[in-house]
T-cell receptor, first 109, second 117 residues
Framework: DAKTTQPTSMDCAEGRAANLPCNHSTISGNEYVYWYRQIHSQGPQYIIHGLKNNETNEMASLIITEDRKSSTLILPHATLRDTAVYYCIVSLGGNKLVFGAGTILRVKS | NAGVMQNPRHLVRRRGQEARLRCSPMKGHSHVYWYRQLPEEGLKFMVYLQKENIIDESGMPKERFSAEFPKEGPSILRIQQVVRGDSAAYFC???????????????FGDGTRLSIL
């Protein structure tokens, strides 16, 4: 599975959009980009995933660059409850997930 | 994390005892994954199972750890002769049939916190 690089931490003002970047320059053609988050002491929560097209659901949007070497997770209106560690993972479907250190997102009022 | 049920939520064992962790996947899911999160560390894959089959156990310690997913009932992660270093949060995830090679995401339970005295 390809390795991903994320910033260690980010701050975001409550009500503003949170844009979390991820680099995955060694991604292969059939690997998906998955985003999960882990709120303190809970299990990882699935957010969104995509292959090459941009995706949107009720939680977030995922923007994948045309060369697929990077992506951005967008939380359109961050709330205090969005404070968590966000993991960007590249994986073949159905395989194990390799978690890195993720990005600690702090949403502040 | 609706759907994937893990029990117990907290488990305390003394060194040398056995620990059994249970995971009931989401309804209709037939793939189960176990991950371990040591204190202040990230999640690490342990094992991937389908009903009655171990698909990938590349992350399992070579000794004392075993996992099963029987035809009926929950998946079990078993740790024999526990040591202090086994203290961690153990998470289970599940995905639907046909997940291999597809893009179906894994959904996680809230974990079992294992503490070894």
């Amino acid at each position: 599975d390809a390795k991903t690089t994320q910033p260690t931490s980010m701050d975001c003002a409550e009500g503003r959009a949170a844009n979390l970047p991820c680099n995955h320059s060694t991604i292969s053609g059939n690997e998906y980009v998955y985003w999960y988050r882990q709120i303190h002491s809970q299990g990882p929560q699935y957010i969104i995933h995509g292959l090459k097209n941009n995706e949107t659901n009720e939680m977030a949007s995922l923007i994948i660059t045309e060369d697929r070497k990077s992506s951005t997770l967008i939380l359109p209106h961050a709330t205090l409850r969005d404070t968590a560690v966000y993991y960007c993972i590249v994986s073949l479907g159905g395989n194990k997930l390799v978690f890195g250190a993720g990005t600690i997102l702090r949403v502040k009022s | 994390n609706a759907g994937v049920m893990q029990n117990p939520r907290h488990l305390v064992r003394r060194r040398g005892q056995e620990a059994r962790l249970r995971c009931s996947p989401m309804k209709g899911h037939s793939h189960v994954y176990w991950y371990r999160q040591l204190p202040e560390e990230g999640l690490k894959f342990m094992v991937y199972l389908q009903k009655e089959n171990i698909i990938d156990e590349s992350g399992m310690p070579k000794e004392r750890f075993s996992a099963e997913f029987p035809k009926e009932g929950p998946s079990i992660l078993r740790i024999q002769q526990v040591v202090r270093g086994d203290s961690a949060a153990y998470f289970c995830a599940s995905s639907p049939p046909g997940s291999r090679g597809s893009n179906q995401p894994q959904h996680f339970g809230d974990g079992t916190r294992l503490s070894i005295l």
